[in-house]
């Protein structure tokens, strides 16, 4: 059975501090792995695809790289804003679809002025 | 291009009771896919219908069911609420939920039962 989890569960940086969030999964055979942003009481928005045959994406100010070969993925934030504040959550599927995610646990991002 | 949306936002129901929670697609996708969130569990998958049909099922109890129309909105409903069924409902879609797609999530309904 595949587990997602994520360290830290939560973590407070100052502002313009660059940071990372980890993640780590048990199946080294997921296929694709997702990072998604959620505000509270919101839905997610999703920030970076990760295919299985590639290593890193980029979109602005993150960066997301999936290493299988150890069962890990982070995701990269360059120089936080209080704007970046939210719940982060990784999740990987496996197979030839992407509708089935099994999600971590998130990590709670509070960025301070 | 509108996205995702959930009706109702929220909703309040006693146990024993059943509810019906609404999706709506972007326009275009025919891939539903639906989710619930709890604090204690996270995000859990609980279905995905494409073209009318379920596709895939994750691991709820019979009580948790869902149904696609021809215009792919979906619907899902859960009969004799219990109080640990409370969570953030949470559906999201996609062209046909290829392995290279990005799944887009609606804002969800919160679900409270008493």
């Known amino acids: 059975k595949q587990e997602v989890t994520q360290i830290p569960a ?3 940086v100052p502002e313009g501090e660059n940071l990372v969030l980890n993640c780590s999964f ?15 009481g919101k839905g997610l928005t999703s ?27 982070t995701l990269y934030i360059a120089a936080s804003q209080p704007g970046d504040s939210a719940t982060y959550l990784c999740a990987g599927t496996k197979g030839g679809s992407n509708y089935k995610l099994t999600f971590g646990k998130g990590t709670l991002l509070t960025v301070n002025p | 291009k509108a996205g995702v949306t959930q009706t109702p936002r929220y909703l309040i129901k006693t146990r024993g009771q059943q509810v019906t929670l609404s999706c709506s697609p972007i326009s275009g996708h025919r891939s539903v896919s639906w ?11 609980l279905f995905e219908y494409f073209s009318e049909t379920q596709r895939n099922k994750g691991n709820f109890p019979g009580r948790f069911s869902g149904r696609q129309f021809s215009n792919s909105r979906s619907e899902m409903n859960v009969s004799t609420l219990e109080l640990g ?4 409902y949470l559906c999201a879609s996609s062209l046909i939920g290829g392995m290279t797609e990005t799944q887009y999530f609606g804002p969800g309904t919160r679900l409270l039962v008493l």
């Not at chain 1, 045959?53 to 070969?69: F, H, P, V, Y």
């Not at chain 2, 989710?35 to 998958?45: A, E, I, K, S, V």
Request: avoid cysteine; charge should be neutral; aromatic fraction near 8%.
């Open chain 1, 10 to 12: 939560a973590l407070s």
């Open chain 1, 26 to 40: 048990t199946d080294s055979a997921i296929y694709n792995l997702q990072w998604f942003r959620q505000d509270p």
């Open chain 1, 47 to 73: 920030l970076l695809l990760i295919q299985s045959s590639q290593r890193e994406q980029t979109s602005g100010r993150l960066n997301a790289s999936l290493d299988k070969s150890s069962g890990r993925s």
């Open chain 2, 35 to 45: 989710y619930q969130q709890t604090p204690g569990q996270g995000l859990q998958f």
């Open chain 2, 85 to 88: 069924d409370s969570a953030l």
